[in-house]
């Protein structure tokens, strides 16, 4: 009788680990199709824009309360097969500054400048990295959200991301329970 709820406690155990925010959070990520990472092609370029939930710099923080209400953060990578010309142009000053002119967040009809837009020094590499922070709102279901990249130095195209914002919600609260 004693064994018999060890195990039932221990398959309890189990179904609750399988079913954590940390899995879930990662599951909604992997998706290709819910536009929390998305990916797009210009000739050799790829330029992937990654959502980055509003847990994620607490993680990062000794703080508990810092990245929880603030901003709303995107990661853009781009890399080449052609990595000279990448490495080439990446050298330009324009890849590093005034970056603020580039990025937008267009919320219904609003656009919004990033409150943070930088160059990540480390970010990847063979590719370059951009951290994007927009002030966050009160997103409302029903509207349109979308991300946009004014890439004139890599692939010489304006790049729109949209965004499903019940998506951005529930993996701000899935990282919230990290």
């Not at 890599?154 to 951005?168: E, G, K, V, Y």
Request: proline share 3%; with cysteine.
């Amino acid at each position: 009788m004693k064994y018999r709820y060890g195990w039932i406690s221990l398959a309890l155990l189990a179904l609750s680990c399988q079913n954590s925010p940390a899995k879930q959070l990662q599951q909604l990520h992997d998706d290709k199709d819910n536009g929390l990472v998305q990916e797009k092609r210009i000739n050799n370029t790829v330029v992937t824009c990654s959502y980055l939930p509003a847990g994620w710099e607490r993680k990062m923080s000794d703080e508990p309360d810092v990245g929880t209400v603030e901003g709303m953060s995107f990661e853009v990578n781009i890399t080449s097969a052609d990595k000279a010309d990448l490495i080439q142009k990446g050298s330009h000053q324009m890849a590093s500054y005034g970056l603020d002119t580039v990025f937008q967040l267009i919320y219904d009809q609003d656009t919004l400048p990033p409150l943070l837009a930088q160059r990540v020094a480390n970010g990847n590499v063979g590719g370059i990295v951009y951290l994007v922070t927009f002030d966050r709102r009160t997103l409302e279901q029903g509207s349109k959200l979308t991300f946009v990249y004014k890439d004139w130095l890599f692939t010489a195209t304006r790049l729109t991301f949209p965004l499903q914002i019940n998506l951005l919600q529930q993996s701000d609260s899935l990282s919230l329970k990290l």
